[in-house]
């Protein structure tokens, strides 16, 4: 079984639009981090954020935002007023304590931003 | 020089040749992967390095060899390869491998092309 989901495989959103990546995570480890990566045309997974399973507090940085959920174990990511430059496919990824540093993404979700 | 180069960007060769992919970090990290991404599918991990050691193997073809002489380089030697290898290949670093909280920090991939 995946352990993590992004069910949304692409997005198209006009430019200034809210929009949210969903991702559900998976896994009987009681210490976890969760991850958000972007990917760029470039290639490059650019690193945006950790959180934690002890950490439930939503996390704000500049137009992007967090809500971690243990009870439904989701970690959606919005980014508020899109721009193209957020044009790129984004991932969520699990890592557990007990499995060294092993990250365990998703399928990505492709995201672009119309003028 | 940024965090971690990859060399060549691109790469195409027959199923008979053999060729090497180089990663390099300037990060001082400890920990080094392989991933490959493929269209439509999770990034799939494929080497881990820790201070020079491998760590995890994810059964991966011996048509692909890794090599990690120090904890700054790691290389993939391909050799015989199939058209189904054609993929983007991805190496990472992180400050370690023992927990998993370490983000780990992205090249700009090898575009690899098997005819």
């Known amino acids: 079984a995946q352990k993590v989901t992004q069910a949304q495989t692409e997005i198209s959103v006009v430019e200034k639009e809210d929009v949210t990546l969903d991702c559900v995570y998976e896994t009987r480890d009681t210490t976890y981090y969760l991850f958000w990566y972007k990917q760029p045309p470039s290639g490059e997974l650019v690193f945006l954020i950790r959180?934690?399973?002890?950490?439930?507090q939503n996390e704000i940085s500049g137009r992007y935002s967090w809500n971690f959920q243990k009870s439904t174990s989701s970690f959606n990511f919005t980014i508020t007023a899109s721009q193209v430059v957020d044009s790129a496919v984004y991932f969520c990824?699990?890592?557990?304590?007990?499995?060294?540093?092993?990250?365990?993404f998703g399928t990505g979700t492709s995201l672009t931003v119309i003028p | 020089e940024t965090g971690v180069t990859q060399t060549p960007r691109h790469l195409v060769m027959g199923m008979t040749n053999k060729k090497s992919l180089k990663c390099e970090q300037h990060?001082?990290?400890?920990?080094m992967y392989w991933y490959k991404q493929s269209a439509k599918k999770p990034l799939e991990l494929m080497f881990v390095?820790?201070?020079?050691?491998?760590?995890e193997n994810n059964s991966v073809p011996s048509r692909f060899s890794p090599e990690c002489p120090n904890s700054s380089h790691l290389f993939l030697h391909l050799h015989t390869l199939q058209p189904e290898d054609s993929a983007l290949y991805l190496c990472?670093?992180?400050?370690?491998?023992?927990?998993?909280?370490?983000?780990?920090?992205f090249g700009p991939g090898t575009r690899l092309t098997v005819l």
């Open positions: 990824a699990l890592s557990e304590a007990t499995a060294g540093n092993q990250f365990y």
């Open positions: 959180r934690n399973s002890f950490d439930e």
């Open positions: 990472a670093s992180s400050q370690d491998w023992d927990r998993g909280y370490n983000e780990q920090f």
């Open positions: 990060l001082g990290h400890n920990a």
């Open positions: 390095y820790n201070f020079k050691e491998q760590t």
